[in-house]
């Protein structure tokens, strides 16, 4: 009879589990243990917690997911202590769980996801957001809220909208701060932008006034005037504070901070003094898009805490973990998963002590979790819960508020798919891709100092160091460029197009200028422009000519003022008088003319002396109609032609044709010497024997040249012009007198100098001319290295 009751059993007992295994199903547990490490006393730990509770009881009230087995969550606190933080995970492995939700501080992750990829149980963490844990490093590490690598982005991308260029940092000097800010260098050197100045904050609390009222007066002396924080919520209250009675957050400023200070806003209700510290600063919060769901958890939410807690993003990531990992549980379980834990070979070897290391054991299964962690697609409070190929969660994105009055206003949005916009970004979705600037817009800020005007971003630092910019001191011309006597100031065109240039620049150059030169005669450029090869001079700021030798050496800017060569010459008047009629024409036009009124003459009474008797008779009387004929169309051009053809004074073909074109000769003879004679005795003749470089140059005149100008050099080595031909010269008066004098009296038949300075030197002498054409094409630069 034992024996009949037994083969029963086995047969049931055997059948059942080939029915099981056929099918691929797994028995259920009836619990399933999960663990849960953050900061229960801090302002996300608050609201995690009760977010937590409540999405266990809701996933394990639901009978449409996980089938009648219970979620068991057990928290533990690790106060953001990565040795704490480590001890609390160790616990959890002797427990048997599947995997923990959290860790909340950066610290901690980095410690705990060693011990997670070890034995294969995976954490899914609502509150670190610190860029470098990277899946590849920690592959059990899952982060189920945005990275600050997205962050970072939205805070450059608000930096080169703005277009400033440099930024000054302070951070909370733990692993959270630290590769933040290293995310934030690399996004803003993206956008050529950059880190001026960054200062660390020790993470430990209770960091007393005085440090941080140095570290803000160290930021108040650099250059940039836009501050990004990005600390914890104790220290960046305490910064703001010293700020404001620092006179920090007044006019010029911008202050950034990043989440920190949006869930701060959204948990609890702040002091009105905590708030007067931070008007007009601007705030990243991670945007959740608005859905019903959401409206009736928060309703909830109220009915909970009775309105003493606020909601905020990370109790939202924190609900929604909790709902993934219970999706990702039952796939789990669909796909045949078992709970299952086995012992590490290497922890059994190290057995001894307290530490009971070999009651920690492998989640066998843990892979399979992961993998369907990591493949879900279910849509949550915060929006879809979905992870792209770098394990992140799908449309990251930012609100951009700010601080104004007792609370804040949106001023707009920013995400990974549109950049910065007026509009949330799940209605741009299911737009075109466009990240192009000209549809980045926000609405108005109201800055600190409540103005409405955007800040410079700013200022010249008092502690950089400077610019040492060279400046000729000249002698003469003082009006480009001289130095004020009695002071280290400089003035003239070229100081205020080079203040000019510098004022528009949207970023500090501190310089300062330094004199070449003794003021009492002009230096050299050459030296001048060489000193910066030396290192004399960063930079030089003056009349600097752009010219070929110079280029080869230093940098010119784009030119800001034309120039070239040109030659002044004296003059004298030609007054008109009795004889001004031969004026028009030189002897030789004269000769010229007077040889053609001779030779038309003979033509014509060649071809008409034999048939017309007009041209016959004594020799006399033919030379004299000769030189009648031809004299008589001068003076009758106009109407010699019908006077001719109508009385038929010639009667030859060809004598006609001459005449006809002689006619039309004589009348641009006549009406070129009528517009000359015109010209001479209405305008002022002015005359010089010098026409221009070339005739200069075949002379053997001296030529004057300004004291150290380019001109000597390239009226010698360009031109071939004896050096002892050229005569320096200081001043507008020196000029004046050498080219009154002349070379007969020791002075210089011209002057070779730039344009701008003959210009301004003959607004005064009215003496002198400029004759010929600009010999050089060049213009003034402002030198670097």
């Known amino acids: 009879m034992k024996t009949i009751w037994f083969l029963p059993l086995v047969f049931l007992y055997f059948g059942l589990f080939s029915f099981g295994y056929c099918k691929n199903v797994s028995a259920r547990p009836a619990v399933v243990n999960v663990g849960a490490l953050f900061t229960l006393d801090s302002t996300i730990g608050r609201v995690a917690k009760i977010a937590i509770e409540e999405a266990v009881k809701d996933v394990n009230s639901n009978s449409s997911i996980l089938h009648g087995t219970k979620l068991n969550i057990t928290m533990q606190s690790s106060n953001c202590s990565g040795f704490i933080g480590m001890v ?105 932008c950059r880190i001026s100045y960054k200062s660390g904050i020790p993470p430990e609390s209770g960091v007393n006034t005085g440090y941080v009222m140095d570290l803000l007066v160290k930021v108040a002396l650099m250059e940039s005037r836009v501050i990004v924080l990005h600390v914890s919520p104790s220290l960046g209250f305490q910064v703001f504070s010293v700020a404001k009675y620092l006179g920090m957050m007044g006019n010029g400023y911008v202050w950034i901070a990043t989440d920190w200070l949006a869930y701060m806003l959204d948990s609890a209700s702040l002091p009105s003094d905590t708030l007067e510290s931070m008007q007009g600063v601007l705030v990243l919060r991670q945007h959740i898009p608005e859905s019903d769901r959401k409206k009736n958890f928060l309703s909830r939410w109220k009915n909970l805490t009775g309105g003493s807690l606020g909601m905020n993003s990370y109790g939202l990531y924190a609900y929604d973990s909790v709902w993934l990992l219970a999706h990702a549980i039952e796939s789990f379980f669909n796909q045949g998963g078992k709970i299952s834990f086995s012992n590490d070979s290497r922890l059994k070897t190290m057995e001894g002590g307290n530490l009971h290391l070999g009651a920690m054991s492998i989640f066998d299964d843990g892979m399979l979790l992961l993998g369907n962690i990591l493949q879900s697609n279910l849509v949550g409070l915060t929006g879809p819960l979905k992870f792209n190929s770098d394990r992140s969660l799908i449309h990251a994105a930012y609100d951009i508020i700010n601080v104004i009055g007792t609370g804040f206003r949106m001023i707009g949005y920013w995400s990974n798919y549109s950049g910065l916009s007026k509009e949330p970004p799940e209605t741009l979705y299911a737009q075109p891709f466009n990240r192009s600037s000209t549809i980045q817009h926000l609405h108005s800020v109201i800055w600190p100092g409540e103005t409405l005007s955007k800040p410079r971003g700013w200022v010249f630092p008092n502690n950089g160091k400077l610019l040492k910019i060279g400046v000729p001191n000249r002698a003469s011309y003082r009006e480009f460029v001289s130095k004020v006597r009695g002071s280290d100031m400089f003035q003239g065109f070229c100081i205020d197009v080079f203040t000019a240039a510098v004022n528009l620049l949207p970023y500090a150059v501190p310089y300062q200028f330094v004199a070449f030169g003794d003021g009492h005669k002009n230096p050299s450029y050459t030296q001048l422009v060489d000193s910066i090869t030396t290192g004399v001079f960063d930079a030089v700021v003056g009349d600097i000519t752009i010219v070929t030798n110079r280029t080869k050496i230093v940098d010119f800017s784009q030119p800001y003022a034309a120039s070239g060569l040109v030659v002044v010459v004296p003059f004298r008047k030609l007054n008109t008088g009795a004889w001004a009629f031969l004026r028009p024409f030189s002897p030789l036009m004269w000769t010229v003319t007077a040889c053609f009124f001779v030779v038309v003459g003979i033509v014509v009474w060649i071809l008409e002396h034999r048939i017309n008797d007009e041209f016959r008779g004594p020799p006399k009387r033919q030379v004299i109609t000769i030189l009648w004929f031809s004299l008589s169309t001068l003076f009758f051009a106009h109407i010699a032609i019908f006077v001719i053809l109508a009385e038929e004074n010639t009667v030859s073909t060809l004598g006609r044709l001459v005449l006809i074109i002689w006619l039309f000769v004589v009348l641009i003879i006549n009406s070129s010497y009528t517009a000359s004679l015109t010209s001479i005795l209405t305008v002022q003749q002015l005359y010089s024997p010098i026409n221009g470089i070339e005739s200069l140059r075949k002379s053997d005149d001296p030529i004057g040249y300004q004291e150290g100008s380019f001109a000597e050099y390239y009226l010698s080595q360009e031109l071939n012009i004896s050096k002892s031909r050229l005569v320096a010269l200081r001043t507008p008066e020196d000029y004046a007198k050498a080219l009154k004098d002349g070379p007969g009296k020791g002075g210089v038949a011209a002057v070779v100098d730039e344009r701008p300075y003959v210009e301004l030197f003959l607004s005064s002498q009215c003496s002198f001319r400029i004759v010929g054409q600009e010999f050089t094409k060049s213009g003034w630069g402002f030198v670097s290295i």
């Open 88 to 192: 609390e995970a160790l616990r959890f492995m002797e427990t048997d769980i599947v995997a923990i939700i959290g860790p909340q501080c950066s610290t901690v992750a980095h410690i705990v996801s060693y011990v997670s990829n070890e034995l294969q149980v995976p954490l899914l963490s609502f509150g670190v957001t610190d860029p470098t844990l990277s899946s590849l490093q920690y592959p059990f590490f899952v982060r189920t809220t945005q990275s600050d690598s997205f962050q970072m982005t939205a805070v450059a991308e608000m930096v080169s909208y703005y277009g400033w260029k440099a930024v000054s940092v302070i951070f909370v000097d733990n692993e959270y701060g630290r590769n933040g800010v290293s995310a934030l260098n690399d996004k803003l050197a993206e956008r050529r």
